[in-house]
């Protein structure tokens, strides 16, 4: 069965530095997301993306966070100046358009 | 407005017995979903109902969706070691334009069984 592949599985970063969060979506999907949950909290909603733009975005998802499509296969998650509190695991998913949702395994943020 | 509330947080059995786990939500839903986290892995979808479905069935699980009481219960009959996991329910509120879906999940049970 296909699967959504995440990279890395782990990331450890300084406060301040740029991370990506690289995603590869199940290859005739057309929606994609971005969740990240924080250590013992509930899975949050980040982004969605369809057709080259962000369909939908929460309001963690502030300016120091931005996504890509830069080809046709990767999804990229990008956190500018990460701060403490960014560190989480943070999911990709993706979908045809249902509500059901393929999700990765996950990259473990640390940031130090 | 807190979305998705599971209870139990934590549910420990004996394998063979039945599982029943219960999310309550706040706002309108389309569609309930519930999935499954083994520890330290990603989401793996479970089942989903629709808000005009009452009831649905999927091999050993079955979920119910009472939409007066905003509330829905998913149940795992004669469960097994490997079951051991997190359960989450999901809801969305539909399209926000197109076929996207914003998932708001709540904060899970976790599961154990025993062999």
């Known amino acids: 069965e296909p699967e959504v592949t995440q990279t890395p599985s782990h990331q450890v970063t300084q406060m301040g530095q740029e991370v990506i969060l690289r995603c590869v979506p199940i290859?005739?999907?057309?929606?994609f997301y971005w969740y990240r949950q924080i250590l013992g909290q509930k899975v949050e909603f980040l982004v969605s993306?369809?057709?080259?733009?962000?369909?939908?975005k929460s309001e963690i998802f502030d300016d120091q966070f931005s996504v890509e499509r830069p080809d046709g296969s990767n999804f990229t998650l990008k956190i500018r100046s990460t701060k403490l509190e960014d560190s989480a695991m943070y999911f990709c998913?993706?979908?045809?358009?249902?509500?059901?949702?393929?999700f990765g395994p996950g990259t473990r943020l640390t940031v130090t | 407005s807190q979305q998705g509330e599971e209870d139990p947080q934590a549910l420990s059995i004996q394998e063979g017995e039945n599982a029943t786990m219960n999310c309550s939500y706040k706002?309108?839903?389309?569609?309930l979903q519930w999935y499954r986290q083994n520890s330290g892995r990603g989401l793996v979808h479970l089942i989903l109902?629709?808000?005009?479905?009452r009831e649905k069935h999927s091999g050993r699980l079955r979920v119910t969706l009472d939409t007066s009481k905003k509330s829905s219960s998913l149940l795992i009959t004669a469960s097994r070691a490997a079951d051991t996991a997190s359960y989450f329910c999901?809801?969305?509120?539909?399209?926000?334009?197109?076929?996207?879906?914003?998932?708001?999940f709540g904060k899970g049970t976790l599961l154990t069984v025993n062999p």
């Open positions: 998913a993706s979908s045809v358009g249902t509500p059901k949702q393929y």
């Open positions: 290859s005739n999907h057309l929606y």
């Open positions: 993306f369809y057709n080259n733009e962000i369909s939908e």
């Open positions: 706002t309108s839903i389309n569609n």
């Open positions: 109902i629709r808000s005009n479905e």
């Open positions: 999901a809801t969305d509120g539909g399209n926000s334009g197109g076929s996207n879906y914003k998932l708001t």
